[in-house]
T-cell receptor, first 116, second 115 residues
Framework: DTAVSQTPKYLVTQMGNDKSIKCEQNLGHDTMYWYKQDSKKFLKIMFSYNNKELIINETVPNRFSPKSPDKAHLNLHINSLELGDSAVYFC???????????????FGPGTRLTVL | AQTVTQSQPEMSVQEAETVTLSCTYDTSESDYYLFWYKQPPSRQMILVIRQEAYKQQNATENRFSVNFQKAAKSFSLKISDSQLGDAAMYFCAYRSKNTGNQFYFGTGTSLTVIP
């Protein structure tokens, strides 16, 4: 059973297009995240979201927007794609911090986005 | 915001030898969690080991162990009997226990295992 899944795993598109990456978790977690991993492997938080609060990293362009139809899904929409958006995007989820037994983030397999 | 520093962008180790990856962090909190994640070439992020700050005993998971020095805000990962499959990027991460939906990651250490 896949805990955190993302589709698609690879996405190649032209500059200026609009695209979406889907994320689903079946762990019952309240909080979901989107990260961007650049070519140097730096992991940069883009958004964190639970049913009460959206936290946006202020450096993320407003062309990026998270959409959560329900607690188990957090999709990433990207408008007017640019060359610099090429990266690997990871979705993740986590339980509340006071659940001691397991409180780490669970990551999806990543989506490699290439903008031509 | 908390910061996590991994000062070794790259490390290498001979197969079967031991290697230590360093991680330091900055926080004013007294209770929190620390993690090491492994990212092999498959790019899947895999949890290696976790440590709770209130526990003085260092966490161990088979060949992986940590040296947690709370006063020094240091959290190093020791890999014993290194195997070829240990070659990966390793990320150190911090999570607050109280305010804690945010995770803070270091910049990663790329580990090469030499046969």
């Amino acid at each position: 059973d896949t805990a955190v899944s993302q589709t698609p795993k690879y996405l190649v598109t032209q500059m200026g297009n609009d695209k979406s990456i889907k994320c689903e978790q079946n762990l019952g977690h309240d909080t979901m995240y989107w990260y961007k991993q650049d070519s140097k492997k730096f992991l940069k938080i883009m958004f964190s979201y639970n049913n009460k609060e959206l936290i946006i990293n202020e450096t993320v362009p407003n062309r990026f927007s998270p959409k959560s139809p329900d607690k188990a899904h957090l999709n990433l929409h990207i408008n007017s794609l640019e060359l610099g958006d090429s990266a690997v995007y990871f979705c993740a989820s986590s339980p509340p911090p006071l659940i001691v037994a397991y409180n780490e983030q669970f990551f999806g397999p990543g989506t490699r986005l290439t903008v031509l | 915001a908390q910061t996590v520093t991994q000062s070794q962008p790259e490390m290498s180790v001979q197969e079967a030898e031991t290697v230590t990856l360093s991680c330091t962090y900055d926080t004013s909190e007294s209770d929190y969690y620390l993690f090491w994640y492994k990212q092999p070439p498959s790019r899947q992020m895999i949890l290696v080991i976790r440590q709770e700050a209130y526990k003085q005993q260092n966490a161990t998971e088979n060949r992986f162990s940590v040296n947690f020095q709370k006063a020094a805000k240091s959290f190093s990962l020791k890999i014993s009997d290194s195997q070829l499959g240990d070659a990966a990027m390793y990320f150190c991460a911090y999570r607050s226990k109280n305010t804690g939906n945010q995770f803070y990651f270091g910049t990663g250490t790329s580990l090469t295992v030499i046969p």
